[in-house]
């Protein structure tokens, strides 16, 4: 049997209030809304609950940000792609947001499991104005389980259209792509946070961003195999490779907090299920 689920989630500023309706069809859902920030920030976790997609399954997941509107979306636990006979799993996610929105994808990792066939599809739609904070983690196998990833197949794709691409493919039978130095480098575990808005980057502003990511850099674990860069006017990103999630996580959360403080002049409101 496979699932076919999908959630749409919408985000509107009633009253100087960010509030999130949501509908949905299948097991995707959203928890009660939080507000650890004031009204203004509106908080949501999103919920797989059977925790896995398997071969034929689909999550098609919608977010909306309406102007003025600011949502923070994280998930309790990874999204597991687990072992297919032959047919794809599919999370195919697409936000748009308007002029004067903002938005946090926060999702904890996606774990490949060995002999899966995934694809992890990211569009995001952003009118001049808009901005949105997020990031993606993939871990391939699970090493500390003795459970490496040796067959299979995964796509990651990610989006701003006709401003920034990124699409892979990581075949578990391409020994050079996963070990080489010029590859992942014998690393499982790769993320990328981004900063993505809908008018270009004002170039103070910009360079102020990689500034203060290199700062975090510079002082993680990680600083051998994580890079900060600008591949367009609306993008900043740091990508960076690592043996597991926990410190690809633990980068990604501190140039989160840096660049909250740097583009919004807030505090790292840190999610309450993060410390679950």
Known sequence: MT????????????????VARHQHSGPLRILQSLYPEGDAVCHNVLVHPP???????????RVDVGPGAHGLITTPGATR???????????????????????????????C???????????FHLAPGAELMGWDVTAFGLPQAQQPYTQGRFCQHL??????LERGRIDASDQRLLDS???????????SIFFLTGSK????????ALDV????????ALHPSAGATSPHGQVVVVRALAPLVEPAMDLMKQVWAAWRAHFWQMSAAKPRIWAM
Do not use: K
């Not at 130095?181 to 993320?191: D, T």
């Open 81 to 111: 792609f687990y072992r297919s006979n032959g047919a794809a799993a599919l999370q195919d996610t697409q936000i748009h947001v308007a002029p004067g929105g903002r938005l946090e994808w926060l999702p904890s990792e996606a774990i």
């Open 113 to 123: 499991y060995n002999q899966c066939q995934a694809e992890n599809r990211l569009r």
């Open 181 to 191: 130095p010029l590859g992942l480098a014998g690393h499982r575990c790769m993320a």
């Open 51 to 61: 925790g896995g997609l398997v071969g034929g399954d689909t999550l098609d997941i």
């Open 213 to 220: 990511a290199r700062q975090v850099i510079d002082q993680h």
């Open 201 to 208: 980057l004002d170039n103070a502003r910009r360079t102020a």
């Open 159 to 164: 989006e701003l259209p006709g401003v920034w």
């Open 3 to 18: 699932w076919h689920a999908q959630l749409d989630l919408n985000y509107r500023l009633e009253a100087a209030r960010s």
